[in-house]
């Protein structure tokens, strides 16, 4: 059972930082276009990545507070990436989250006239969560692939 939860948060933590870099590799090449371009590629994401997210995200906060919970004497290396995975969820509750509800109801042709700073705000926010999530499934894969244990 422990090995099954550990690859479980491996499995989705993995998942989900894969998923944070590859948003922030996108938002990054639409810094060079306008508020209307800006306007409709978000209008494309927030049709279903937020769903990816949650089809991610929940399950890995879930197996990996399920693997610290379960842990016997080392349980650092999950703590540290439940509270990075925490880290992930509240910046997404208190930033990205109320800017992708505002954002879907921007008008392609006329977007906000500060449009381009509450891009910025968002796109922040989001590589906070995605070396949070980076650095969360890095602790947790180094620690499966970590030198084996005495038993």
Same mark, same amino acid.
């Given at each position: 059972m422990d090995r099954l939860v550990r690859a479980a948060s491996l499995v989705? #933590?993995? %998942?989900?930082?894969?998923?944070?870099?590859? /948003?922030? /590799?996108?938002? @990054?090449s639409l810094?060079?276009?306008g508020g209307d371009v800006y306007t409709q590629v978000r209008h494309v994401e927030?049709? &279903?990545?937020? #769903?990816? +997210?949650? %089809? #991610?995200?929940?399950?890995?906060l879930l197996t990996t507070? =399920?693997?610290? =919970?379960? %842990?016997?004497g080392r349980r650092l290396v999950p703590l540290v990436a439940l509270a990075?995975?925490? /880290? /992930?969820?509240?910046?997404?509750? +208190?930033? @990205?989250?109320? =800017?992708n509800a505002d954002q879907a109801d921007w008008v392609v042709q006329n977007p906000p006239a500060d449009? &381009? +700073?509450? $891009?910025? $705000?968002?796109? +922040? %926010?989001h590589l906070v969560r995605t070396i949070a999530a980076l650095a969360a499934f890095g602790a947790l894969a180094g620690a499966a692939v970590g030198p084996a244990r005495r038993t």
């Open positions: 989705f #933590t993995g %998942a989900f930082a894969g998923f944070l870099l590859g /948003v922030l /590799v996108l938002e @990054n810094r060079q276009y927030l049709d &279903a990545l937020d #769903t990816l +997210a949650i %089809a #991610t995200l929940i399950p890995a507070a =399920i693997l610290l =919970i379960r %842990a016997r990075l995975l925490v /880290v /992930v969820l509240a910046t997404s509750i +208190a930033v @990205n989250l109320p =800017i449009w &381009a +700073a509450i $891009r910025d $705000r968002w796109q +922040a %926010a």
